[in-house]
């Protein structure tokens, strides 16, 4: 997955290049969100801090690499394995 990050994402409107450390933040959050389970904001927040990077620009370029409305099923499925758990 982390081969798929993009060289350039549309960041307020231009196309910006990806530095060499959000370009590692970005393949530490897709680490986090396969291996740990964490959220797309959770994953980018984390893996941002710790470059020192906006989150928003990690956010973005996740969203190139994973399918469309992948986030959005995980967190549905997250949901029916907690109510399957308390009954």
Same mark, same amino acid.
């Given at each position: 997955? *982390?081969?798929?990050?993009? *060289? #350039? =994402?549309r960041? @307020? $409107? %231009?196309? @910006?290049?990806?530095?060499? #450390?959000?370009?590692? +933040?970005? $393949? @530490?959050? &897709?680490?986090? =969100? &396969? #291996?740990?389970?964490?959220?797309?904001?959770? +994953?980018?927040?984390?893996?941002?801090?710790? !470059?020192?990077?906006?989150?928003?620009?990690?956010? %973005? +370029?996740? @969203? *190139?690499?994973?399918?469309q409305?992948?986030?959005?099923? !995980?967190? %549905?499925?997250?949901?029916? *394995?907690? =109510? #399957?758990?308390?009954?």
């Amino acid at each position: 997955m *982390q081969s798929y990050i993009p *060289q #350039k =994402i549309r960041w @307020r $409107g %231009k196309e @910006r290049e990806l530095s060499k #450390k959000e370009n590692l +933040a970005t $393949g @530490r959050a &897709i680490w986090f =969100i &396969i #291996k740990k389970g964490y959220g797309i904001s959770s +994953a980018s927040s984390r893996a941002s801090g710790s !470059f020192n990077v906006v989150p928003g620009k990690i956010e %973005k +370029a996740i @969203r *190139q690499v994973f399918p469309q409305d992948y986030f959005t099923h !995980f967190q %549905k499925s997250k949901n029916t *394995q907690t =109510i #399957k758990e308390l009954k």
